[in-house]
């Protein structure tokens, strides 16, 4: 029977060129009028040779599937035929299930396809099919389903349902329908390969092994001296969990079908008349001299599963699902000690926190009695926190209650009441609500101005004409003090310093350390450090005699009342603190005197985040005398970020932490590294217009394209109204968003327009990079002409392997501001 298959198969040589052939012509005809297919089709063409030169072949173009499949689809189909003729001719199953996890263009479905299509032709029964493609890239599964396997099947009628059902799945597969699985094998095509997460990948694939208990096991990879070395590995350990190797297919197996694919190589060379491209007039043929692949098989119980399959982990958001890691279960252990929690963007501190106050909570039995403080500096976060809080605490022994402003309407903070407790319990509170709500501090507000922008901008503006009067006054060089006349950096200076570090005196303030400062500098007992004492003292009268305050004002008179012995506060049990990058000194002293034993402080954040502060911002340290006993935990990795997007932004978060070094603030950041089972994603993508209509076309292009990935609408980073606004009358979902508001938060496709300055001099790094880390799924940077310098800089970090241009011009511009060659 074998042989009569293999003579059938043999004989469908020439039809599955036909149909690579019919599909990839379909595909040109409908995507080679797109303005960018020239240049997509070349770097297609260009980036398929990293895969011969062993390097990470990214599958996140649009043309990449189609390339892919005029060269490499037919070899593979090639290669897996031998292995499922002898699986397929030996089983008596009646069903089975094949997970193929690195899919691509689902070359396993074909040769299943053609092998059952065989085996029905020469009389014989088969079994019935279902094939679930998994893979990280969502244009190769679209390409193997929409184009290459609908043609197949017209060739291929046997191949549809019911003999053969197929399922296409990004990254995990739910089993959504409830399959009940019975016969499970597992296939997995180059999915080791990646360079830099193939353990991590391996260790999931071994769960799943010992999940599935698959009876065959095909594990194919490229045929590269470190690969076949980690395939040997994976091997043995699979040998000792029972698994008997079935056979090795390498290049010099029996392929079945060989020489040129006579069809596809005509429309290559077509293609590459027309539109050039590195390589694309070479024949394709059907050798495939650079594989390895490995069929184990064992014996065993058949399950009926209706689990479902995780290739990486993805992110999740429903706060109920997410499983955490052992170190952030460790994190969220109450340990009666004080405890730092740090780490990059998205590596679940904001988790941690909340699975440590359940935690608590539980400890305590939901004791009425208990009280319990959570605090960040963002309003959003709050609600999130409050949110993240309601899901995994017992609905049944508490309740929760929004905050309501003076007309009565809800508000984001929130509190906690358990059951039989006549008092809140858990308190989620922004912590510039803490004065009042807390501390019965009155808020003396601005009350002609509405907006916080308006509030901040009246601060600013009477700083600059108090310091410039005072410059008139007092008869000073005005070139030399004109660098500490700036509003900004007096604003700055007095949170940061005057109160950040409780310089309540100016014997104090003329002598301190104000580490992480940087420009402009003032030297201890200087003129201009005296200069800057005056007039934030000149400052703070002008407020009190007006009966106004600032938020900053705010939190002093909390600090004073609390280290008043003469008031008294019910203090808090616990205290929990999200951000903590945003806290200064005074503000770490004021959760010391809310807190009923220091022990029970808990603090998260991450340094390179720190758009407040910059790089005066620290984590409390072994020589802050009240801080000696902090245990200290280290989270790795990024959840939220795509793999790609990691790599290429991890320049950016390497320069933030020298840069803390440089203005002496010894306390680094957290250098961002991918969460090693992290779903790839896609590069970010650079674009760039001449004019406001081209932008907005290829804005439309790439979120039409990238929509694959899940999101559904956009977020408009950082104050860009005119782009936020014309993308809504193009009829494009955006929100527009400011890095304050989000920060701490995640969105699905974050777009950093370039065209705005930020209003920081300072912390523009820390800005962009908060920016950049908000996306769980795509990042699109919109280039603009006149772009800030400091943003120039900041796209020279970015690993120009992990970018994904546009189109030419997107990619002239990108490399013109760098200043590198094209
Ligand atoms: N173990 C996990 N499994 C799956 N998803 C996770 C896990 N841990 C965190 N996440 C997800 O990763 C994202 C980031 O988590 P979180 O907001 O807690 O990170 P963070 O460190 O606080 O980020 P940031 O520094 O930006 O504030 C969230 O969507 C969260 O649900």
């Known amino acids: 029977m074998k042989e009569k298959l293999l003579l059938w198969l043999k004989g469908q040589q020439q039809t599955l060129d036909q149909i690579i052939y019919e599909a990839a012509f379909e595909y040109y005809q409908k995507n080679s009028v797109k303005a960018n297919f020239d240049f ?23 043309n990449t599937p189609f390339t892919y499949s005029l060269w490499y689809h037919a070899r593979r189909v090639n290669t897996f035929l031998s292995f499922f003729a002898d699986a397929l001719l030996n089983t008596a199953e009646s069903r089975i299930e094949i997970f193929d996890l690195g ?4 070359a396993i479905q074909w040769a299943v396809g053609l092998i059952i299509s065989g085996m029905k032709a020469i009389g014989m029964s088969t079994p019935k099919i279902t094939v679930i493609n998994i893979d990280t890239s969502p244009f190769m599964l679209l390409y193997g389903e929409k184009y290459l396997w609908r043609h197949f099947v017209e060739y291929y009628p046997f191949c549809k349902e019911p003999n053969m059902i197929t399922k296409y799945s990004v990254v995990s597969w739910n089993n959504p329908e409830n399959l009940t699985l019975t016969n499970p094998w597992i296939a997995s095509s180059y999915l080791f390969d990646m360079s830099d997460n193939k353990e991590e990948i391996a260790k999931g694939f071994d769960e799943l092994v010992s999940t599935f208990k698959p009876i065959n096991l095909l594990l194919i990879t490229s045929n590269q001296d470190k690969k076949v070395a980690f395939l040997k590995e994976l091997k043995q350990k699979l040998n000792n969990e029972g698994y008997l190797t079935q056979g090795i297919y390498t290049q010099n197996h029996n392929l079945l079908f060989q020489g040129q694919l006579l069809k596809v190589s005509k429309l290559r060379q077509e293609l590459a008349k027309k539109h050039g491209g590195k ?50 279960l460790k994190a969220s252990k109450p340990t009666g000690k004080p405890t730092v929690i740090l780490g990059p963007a998205g590596c679940g501190k904001s988790v941690v926190l909340t699975e440590r106050i359940k935690n608590i909570v539980e400890n305590h039995d939901y004791n009425p009695h208990l009280k319990i403080l959570v605090t960040t500096f963002n309003k959003d976060l709050v609600r999130y926190l409050g949110d993240w809080l309601e899901q995994i605490l017992d609905a049944n022994k508490c309740k929760r209650e929004f905050g309501k402003d003076f007309y009565g309407r809800p508000q984001q903070y929130s509190y906690f009441r358990f059951s039989n407790s006549d008092k809140y319990n858990i308190y989620v509170l922004h912590f510039d609500v803490l004065p009042t709500k807390i501390g019965s501090v009155m808020a003396k507000d601005l009350k002609f101005k509405t907006y916080k922008g308006e509030i901040e901008q009246f601060h600013l503006d009477k ?50 350390e104000r580490v992480g400062r940087g420009n402009p500098k003032l030297r201890t007992n200087s003129a201009k450090r005296k200069f800057v004492w005056d007039t934030l003292i000149l400052y703070v009268k002008f407020l009190k005699a007006n009966n106004l305050d600032s938020f900053t004002l705010r939190r002093y008179r909390f600090l004073q009342k609390l280290n008043n012995p003469k008031v008294a506060f019910a203090k808090f049990d616990y205290i929990l603190v999200d951000e903590l990058q945003d806290c200064t000194i005074a503000d770490y002293e004021i959760f010391y005197k809310l807190v009923k034993d220091s ?14 502060l910059g790089t005066t911002s620290r984590v409390p340290r072994a020589d802050d005398e009240m801080m000696k006993r902090f245990d200290r935990i280290l989270l790795e990795g990024s959840y939220r970020l795509p793999f790609r997007i990691s790599e290429c932004v991890k320049g950016l978060s390497e320069r933030i932490n020298s840069k803390r070094f440089k203005v002496g603030n010894n306390e680094s950041g957290n250098v961002i590294n991918p969460f090693k089972g992290a779903p790839p994603g896609a590069r970010p993508l650079i674009i760039y217009g001449e004019n406001w209509t081209e932008t907005i076309q290829k804005l439309k292009e790439v979120i039409m394209a990238y929509k694959l990935y899940g999101f559904k609408s956009v977020s408009v980073f950082e104050r860009d109204d005119i782009l936020h606004s014309k993308l809504i009358l193009n009829g494009i979902s955006a929100t527009y968003e400011t890095i304050l508001k989000a920060k701490g ?25 908060t920016i950049l880390t908000r996306t769980s799924a795509v990042l699109i ?33 990108f490399l013109e501001l760098c200043e590198v060659d094209n």
């Open 40 to 62: 997509e089709l070349s770097i297609c063409q260009e980036e398929s040779f990293d895969l011969i030169k062993g390097k990470d072949l990214c599958y996140d173009r649009l």
């Open 103 to 106: 899919a691509g263009t689902g």
């Open 279 to 328: 390589g694309m007039s070479n024949s394709a043929t059907w050798d495939d001299m650079s594989f390895i692949g490995l069929a184990l098989t064992k014996q065993q119980m058949m399950l009926s599963l209706q689990t479902g399959i995780k290739l990486f982990t993805v992110t999740e958001r429903d706060r109920t699902k997410i499983k955490l890691s052992v170190d952030q």
């Open 463 to 512: 700083l600059k004409e108090i310091a410039d009067d005072l410059l008139t006054e007092s008869k000073l060089n005005k070139k030399d003090f004109e660098s500490v006349c700036d509003p900004n950096f007096l604003f700055d200076e007095y949170h940061r310093i005057v109160y950040g570090l409780q310089c309540s005196t100016y014997k104090k303030y003329k002598v301190i």
């Open 599 to 612: 022990n029970n402080i808990v603090l998260a954040g991450d340094l390179a985040q720190s758009i407040r």
């Open 745 to 769: 938060l995640e969105k699905q496709c974050v777009i950093w327009s370039t065209r705005v300055p930020v209003d920081t001099e300072k912390e523009i790094d820390e800005f962009v990079y």
């Open 781 to 813: 940077i919109v280039l603009s002409s006149n772009i800030h310098p400091s943003y120039i800089d900041i796209l020279k970090t970015f690993d120009r392997a992990r970018l994904i241009y546009w189109d030419s011009s997107s990619k002239s511009k």
